[in-house]
């Protein structure tokens, strides 16, 4: 059972657009993390939002924790060729320690 | 080193061999974890590892797989009488604490069963 949901699965756009990549669970995750990872390399760590509604900021990165805590997004301003890989995000309970829950990734492509 | 380190990178091996995988943490991480991701999906998890006891196993698929973490840094995943569909880019993460949910990540073991 995947408990969190990814969507695009595929995401392919032209340098400069803007795009928006969704993460969606029918249960609370006390924390949200996105990750990024590129081809032979493991995910590297991008964001954690850990409060309902809280908006994180990176560069052209922005990330949204929805108000129940069940849903995120992540949202890229002017894309650049340099922003293609695997989105991931993975969700932490405190109930299960420091598990993560991974959804199924968004392979992103930006094209020159 | 400054990361998470795993060793070997690729390892083909034949099914029904046993196989061990190696993982460093970041130098002072107590808690390590160990992930699975096939083609196209997210890491899925196996193992977590609070000092050297294993603190949740709940994701091994089977008693092929074990874990051992005897000194509470390097830790190696154990599988006995590989299957094919034990093929699987195997990920090792570390973070600081029990409580601190930001994993960094190893850039994984490929492991191929033919």
């Known amino acids: 059972t995947q408990l969190l949901e990814q969507s695009p699965q595929f995401l392919s756009i032209q340098e400069g657009e803007n795009l928006t990549v969704y993460c969606n669970s029918s249960?609370?995750?006390?924390?949200l993390q996105w990750y990024r990872q590129e081809p032979g390399e493991g995910p590297v760590l991008l964001v954690t939002?850990?409060?309902?509604?809280e908006v994180k900021k990176l560069k052209r990165l922005t990330f949204q924790f929805g108000d129940a805590r069940k849903d995120s997004s992540l949202h890229i301003t002017a894309a650049q060729t340099g922003d293609t890989g695997l989105y991931l995000c993975a969700g932490g309970r405190e109930t299960s320690g420091s598990r993560l829950t991974f959804g199924e990734g968004t392979q992103l492509t930006v094209n020159p | 080193g400054a990361g998470v380190s795993q060793t070997p990178s690729n390892k083909v091996t034949e099914k029904g061999k046993y196989v061990e995988l190696r993982c460093d943490p970041i130098?002072?991480?107590?808690?390590l974890y160990w992930y699975r991701q096939s083609l196209g999906q997210g890491p899925e998890f196996l193992i977590y590892?609070?000092?050297?006891?294993?603190?949740?196993d709940s994701g091994l698929p089977n008693d092929r797989f074990f874990a051992v973490r005897p000194e509470g840094s390097v830790s190696t995943l154990k599988i006995q009488r590989t299957e094919r569909g034990d093929s699987a880019v195997y990920l090792c993460?570390?973070?600081?604490?029990?409580?601190?949910?930001?994993?960094?990540f190893g850039q994984g073991t490929r492991l191929t069963v033919v």
């Open positions: 993460a570390s973070s600081l604490s029990r409580m601190n949910t930001e994993a960094f």
């Open positions: 130098s002072g991480h107590t808690a």
């Open positions: 939002v850990v409060t309902g509604g």
């Open positions: 590892f609070q000092g050297t006891g294993a603190a949740d």
């Open positions: 249960s609370v995750f006390s924390s």
